[in-house]
């Protein structure tokens, strides 16, 4: 008798918190204040929009603005003597064809980009322009005071981190820059230089959200994060084709797909007033798919095309 009534205990407690989990699932604001970003962004140009000129050049950003972009993605390093620049490869030779670092090198003597640049994220299409330079963060910040920017942190790197978030005070955009990085250890340090920036998911923080998902415990948990920004899993070995050789499997590409891609996750995160950015959408059918699951916003690497979709489809 005994055991009986500590299973029906047991039982109403499981069903207590299932019913509790699902109600504040849907209602998140019962426990938690909205966050109130100064931005909605949902046209985001992947490096500026690599695809329609050379990537994280003045010229990308620029035409990336004038065709209605509403956020700038790209990514920064750091100069022998102490620049911070624009530019996703901590390598040049890809980008330039030189073999050497940017940190090795002044920066009056970085290379021009090449002429043409293969897309990362659209294998086989090349992207041209007339700006090859290596540009300043800081020329970025003075030419698109208003326009919010993604900056994404590969390097742990203190220097850098500190320049860039000083950077971000001198020029007040405190609001409409978002800290971005895949490493937990690079984020701890950004957010301690500037904790006042928007940031994003680490890939740690991204499977400890979708851990509390799955366990139903995410209603119950604060959360800092103001963006979610995921691969959009369909373009990988698509349009992209990734070095880990894990993710060149389809059935790990699918699993991935079947985990992060739910609705009902990316529901709840909005309604806590946070942005879900997936990317890099450069056809069509990624952009219908990535909206129709629930994103906020597209990050593409054809900011034109972007743009025509959104007027042929307002209502996404």
């Known amino acids: 008798m005994e055991a009986e009534v500590e299973v029906g205990v047991l039982v109403g407690f ?6 509790c989990s699902l109600y504040l699932m849907h209602n998140p604001l019962v426990l938690h204040k909205k966050k109130r970003l100064a931005f909605y962004s949902r046209h985001i140009s992947h490096r500026g929009g690599a695809g329609e000129r050379i990537e994280n050049t003045i010229e990308a950003f620029t035409h990336a603005v004038n065709v209605g972009t509403e956020m ?24 330039t064809g030189f073999d050497v670092d940017i940190s090795m090198v002044n920066f009056k003597d970085l290379p021009l980009y ?10 086989g299409q090349y992207s041209t322009g007339q700006d090859r330079r290596i540009t300043l963060l800081e020329d ?15 390097q742990n790197n203190d220097l850098l981190i500190q320049k860039v978030a000083s950077l971000v005070k001198k020029y007040d955009r405190d609001g409409i820059t978002v800290w971005a990085s895949d490493d937990s250890r690079i984020m701890a340090k950004c957010r ?16 400890l ?19 979610l920004q995921f691969y959009l899993p369909s373009v990988i070995n698509s349009g992209y084709n990734p070095e880990e050789d894990l993710l060149k499997r389809r059935l790990v590409v699918s699993l991935i797909g079947k985990l992060t891609m739910r609705k009902s996750l990316f529901k709840h995160l909005v309604k806590r007033g946070m942005q879900v950015q997936l990317f890099v959408c450069n056809t069509e059918q990624d952009i219908a ?17 972007l743009s025509d979709y959104l007027q042929k489809h307002p209502a996404v």
């Open 14 to 19: 499981v069903i207590l918190y299932i019913s």
């Open 72 to 95: 700038l993605e790209l990514d920064c390093h750091l100069t022998l003597d102490g620049y911070v620049v624009v530019c996703h490869d901590q390598n040049l030779k890809r980008q």
């Open 114 to 123: 090449r002429e043409r640049m293969e897309v990362t994220f659209s294998v």
């Open 140 to 154: 970025v910040f003075k030419k698109f005071p208003q326009m919010p920017i993604n900056i994404e942190v590969k």
């Open 192 to 207: 301690k230089q500037n904790p006042f920036m928007p940031y994003s998911f680490t890939v740690r923080r991204g499977i």
């Open 209 to 227: 959200l979708l851990a509390l998902f799955y366990t139903g415990l995410l209603p119950f948990c604060p959360l800092g994060e103001s963006l």
């Open 289 to 305: 798919e990535a909206f129709a699951v629930g994103a906020t916003g597209v990050m593409s690497d054809y900011p034109s095309f």
